[in-house]
């Protein structure tokens, strides 16, 4: 019944913005952290942007602080990260995820590839 599925991935050049959407269900959004990460080819999967239950936000990536924005709509049981003056760097699969107690992310969406190129 739980359930993450990304959207708004694509194709942007260097400077473009993008929006990404996590469509929830099965959880109340607004109970749980939840957060994007993302995974560049040959990389690690990193953290990029969480926000808590109670509205927190934490930063994991500093690469990122200035130029991309999480948020949650809470009744329509979406999470968005806002990409704003897009590197080539930033390019990789972002995935959203559901924490969980004591464990960190645990519940994970398929991705959605975010390619920045001129």
């Known amino acids: 019944q739980l359930q993450l599925v990304e959207s708004g991935g694509g194709l942007v050049q260097p400077g473009g913005s993008l929006r990404l959407s996590c469509a929830a269900s099965?959880?109340?959004?607004?109970?749980?952290?939840i957060g994007w990460f993302r995974q560049a080819p040959g990389k690690e999967r990193e953290g990029v942007l969480c926000i808590s239950s109670s509205g927190g936000i934490r930063n994991y990536a500093d690469s990122v602080k200035g130029r991309f924005t999480i948020s949650r709509d809470n009744a329509k049981k979406n999470l968005y990260l806002q990409m704003d003056s897009l590197k080539s760097e930033d390019t990789a699969v972002y995935y959203c995820?559901?924490?969980?107690?004591?464990?960190?992310?645990?519940?994970w969406g398929k991705g959605t590839l975010v390619t920045v190129s001129p």
């Open positions: 099965g959880f109340a959004l607004d109970h749980y952290a």
């Open positions: 995820a559901k924490f969980l107690y004591g464990r960190g992310p645990s519940y």
